[in-house]
């Protein structure tokens, strides 16, 4: 009987394993142009359904693919109790980051919350530096996102409020997810599926309520799949995929690829065009992740200091 029950979720493992011959970098790329690609889809639904209410419905559309993908509670079923308490704290920023870029995006620009969201992995680059090419290519990327970064304190103030708190959640998702990752693309996957279980449950309180009229309009709820789909499903994925084979640190710079991404997709979807500031910022951007040298590259430390864990 155990055999027989280890068969499938090895052959999911085999399955998503055979994506290993893709570099880490494709996965990045993917995850970065969905990750905002999603949230464009989902302001085209801020004028039917609330905010919040299209944040719970993004958590849970995704949360209903795991299910049916992965079977996530199989994870929790066998998970350890520091395993669990590790889903949990991930579910828990999941759902709060969502909702909160979601109430930064109905007052801000895309390109500007996603600006402001990737300072806080700037942050985790910098710790995870060895070289002073890295360090110049940090220094560049930040430049590109001052550039990026057109906020106007006295016009949005809760508006940035709610991105810099979105920021700083995106920061525990980089660390949790990395320990998510740990042990395989496959298995962080089935903890993603769990910890987004976790997501839609969290919101439900605040955006139940608001997502009842998509639950009656066919079109609606296609839509919100749609969004979770691209927002939560094929980012979160990739990021597993990426995270498992990249250091922390060259991850959170490739990060700074975000805000280039936002403008792109924020002028394609939702005709939010971009000056030339901020097209500058891009090519700092863009400059700067071209020039990072990953640690894999960099001479390994002497025997006596030890790189210090994800």
């Given amino acids: 009987m155990r055999s027989g029950g280890e068969a499938q979720p090895r052959a999911r493992t085999k399955a998503v394993a055979s994506g290993g011959r893709l570099p880490p970098s ?16 989902a302001v085209l639904l801020f ?30 079923a066998r998970s350890s109790g520091r395993r ?14 969502n909702s909160s870029f979601y109430l930064a995006l109905e007052r801000l620009p895309l390109g500007t919350v996603g600006a402001i969201e990737f300072l806080g992995p700037v942050l985790l680059a910098a710790l995870g530096l060895r070289t002073a090419r890295n360090a110049c290519a940090l220094f560049i990327a930040v430049g ?12 949005e103030p809760l ?20 320990r998510l990752a740990a042990d395989g693309g496959a298995s962080g996957i089935d903890r993603l599926g769990a910890a987004m279980l976790v997501a839609m449950a969290v919101v439900a309180p605040v955006g139940i309520g608001d997502a ?5 309009s066919p079109v609606l709820l296609v839509s919100a799949f ?7 499903v094929i980012p979160y994925v990739c990021d597993q995929l990426a995270m498992a084979r990249l250091p922390r640190a ?22 939010q065009t971009p000056t030339w500031l901020e097209l500058a910022g891009v090519a700092l951007v863009v400059a700067g992740v071209a020039i990072h040298q990953e640690r894999s590259a960099v001479p390994p430390p002497s025997q006596g200091s030890q790189p210090s864990p994800p």
Avoid: K, Q
Avoid at 212 to 216: G, Q, R, V, Y
Avoid at 250 to 271: D, E, I, Y
């Fill in 26 to 41: 494709t996965y990045f790329v993917t995850s970065a142009v969905f990750h905002y690609l999603g949230p464009a889809f």
């Fill in 47 to 76: 004028a039917r359904i609330d905010v919040l209410g299209v944040a719970w419905l993004r958590c849970a559309s995704a949360a209903l693919v795991f299910a049916l993908w992965r079977r996530p509670w199989r994870v929790w």
């Fill in 84 to 97: 669990r308490r590790l889903l949990l704290a991930l579910g828990v920023v999941l759902g709060l980051m």
């Fill in 144 to 155: 590109g996102v001052w550039l990026l970064t057109d906020v106007h304190l006295a016009a």
């Fill in 159 to 178: 508006g940035l409020a709610f991105a810099f708190g979105n920021c700083a959640l995106f920061v525990l998702y980089v660390v949790l997810g990395h």
């Fill in 212 to 216: 009842a009229e998509a639950l009656t």
């Fill in 226 to 232: 749609g969004v979770g789909i691209c927002s939560s």
């Fill in 250 to 271: 060259t991850f959170a710079l490739m990060l700074s690829l975000l805000p280039a991404t936002a403008v792109a997709v924020g002028f394609a979807v939702l005709a």
